[in-house]
């Protein structure tokens, strides 16, 4: 009796937890951590204004397992900043030399520290699969 009401509430209870650290698409990150963001998610800086969110990849022509490339190649994604409630701003962000690893915006920094997953020669990922990890520093 007990195993099947542990069962039944695990799922809700793992749910739970889970709102804990988000609300709705919009997770927590502290300044100077690395946080991770999924395509559409975006996350609040604790103790400041800002928000940060990952708004779409631009591209993708990093050199991907089983390839022989002159060059590494470069990831683009489009990042959003927000601060409070005033205008949200729009950046690029690059993996490769070709472009900013990093952009300031209202007192803050914000780095592009990986672009996941790796690409694999002849393997084609869905847009919503890509992750970010980025970093907010003052």
Not at 117 to 125: C, L
């Amino acid at each position: 009796m007990i195993t099947k009401f542990l069962r039944a509430a695990i799922p809700g209870l793992l749910f739970a937890a889970g709102c804990a650290a988000s609300s709705g698409n919009m997770l927590e990150a502290e300044l100077g951590a690395n946080f991770e963001l999924q395509h559409g998610q975006a996350a609040r800086i604790s103790g400041t204004e800002l928000s940060v969110g990952f708004a779409k990849l631009v591209s993708d022509s990093r050199c991907g397992k089983g390839e022989n490339c002159i060059t590494a190649g470069d990831g683009v994604v489009r990042i959003w900043l927000q601060a409070g409630s005033g205008d949200r701003q729009e950046e690029s962000l690059h993996t490769g030399r070709q472009g900013p690893h990093s952009v300031g915006y209202a007192g803050y920094e914000v780095h592009l520290v990986a672009l996941r997953p790796e690409r694999i020669a002849g393997v084609v990922v869905p847009e919503a699969d890509y992750r970010v990890t980025l970093r907010v520093e003052r």
